[in-house]
């Protein structure tokens, strides 16, 4: 694998950073996974629009132009082929860090340089877009106990690393989050759709979820195939009751759950609407 650091091109074994960057230190920087299908970018320009919104709402400045941004991926993609023949399917990850001081202080120091990394690895290929031969996801169901700004995909990721581990302790895929409201957020690691009565619901985007660009994509897939969606509050006692629900992320594209909490959603098994959404997210994942 070769990796890119602070403009320089290196084997990832060989890729070092100061343990005093404050990505190290405080976790202070910002990501981005983007999947790369066949050599392609998936929904390049909006994973570069989160990523420059994050680095501003940190108020972290790096020196690089979208255009930059983009050209930089698209360069580690290349690094990447394995031969003349790019690899199916991987994914650029993609680290900003306010850069390494000379101490430990929490303040923002003055005149450093952010670290920019970045490398590229293989994910699994998407599974398959029939119902019946789809695997369905058992998952969790937790109180949110995060921070007050989910919207920022901060690589202070604790929070979210604890609730995954304490699904994964249960031999679950994921736990769906809910705040004091008993209001759905997201999962640990994706955003979460359920299907009542016809119509896909979502939660709206706010500070107490990421704006996941996958979600961004079915959104305008279901649009686009004229399925009614609707971003609006979705309370657990709906959730349960769903006829489906589904987690979406850039790894996992549109997961089909079958239980929620040991509740079973449906009749267990992927459905009608996951297969229509599905197949048209296609049409829409290299166009945003
Ligand atoms: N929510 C959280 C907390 C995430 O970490 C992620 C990314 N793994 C998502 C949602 C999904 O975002 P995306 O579709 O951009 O991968």
């Given at each position: 694998t070769v990796a890119f650091l602070n403009d320089q091109w290196m084997a990832l074994e060989e890729a070092k950073i100061s343990p005093l960057d404050r990505g190290f230190l405080y976790g202070d920087g910002v990501y981005e996974v983007i999947p790369v299908h066949k050599g392609q970018p998936v929904a390049l320009n909006a994973h570069v629009s989160r990523l420059t919104r994050g680095l501003s709402d940190i108020k972290l400045h790096v020196n690089k132009t979208s255009e930059e941004w983009r050209s930089l991926i698209i360069d580690v993609v290349t690094h990447n082929q394995r031969g003349d023949e790019p690899a199916d399917y991987t994914a650029i990850y993609l680290h900003v860090s306010r850069g390494a001081d000379t101490k430990r202080h929490h303040a923002f120091p003055q005149g450093i340089t952010p670290t920019v990394f970045a490398f590229s690895f293989d994910i699994p290929p998407?599974?398959?877009?029939?119902r019946e031969n789809v695997n369905c996801l058992q998952v969790g169901l937790s109180e949110?106990?995060?921070?007050?700004?989910?919207h920022i995909k901060s690589t202070s990721l604790l929070g979210n690393v604890l609730h995954y581990q304490a699904a994964a302790e249960q031999g679950l895929a994921e736990t769906i989050l809910y705040n004091e409201h008993r209001q759905v957020t997201e999962a640990s690691s994706c955003n979460v759709f359920a299907v009542i009565a016809g119509i896909v619901v979502t939660p709206p985007l706010d500070l107490q979820l990421l704006p996941g660009i996958t979600r961004l994509c079915v959104i305008q897939a279901l649009k686009s195939a004229h399925i009614p969606v609707e971003e609006r509050v979705l309370t657990v006692e709906e959730l349960l009751r769903s006829d489906e629900v589904w987690l979406t992320s850039s790894t996992k594209e549109i997961a089909p759950v079958s239980q929620v909490d040991g509740h079973l959603i449906g009749d267990g098994r992927a459905g009608e609407y996951w297969e229509r959404a599905i197949n048209a997210l296609d049409n829409v994942k290299f166009t945003l």
């Open positions: 998407p599974p398959p877009k029939q949110d106990k995060r921070w007050k700004r989910c």
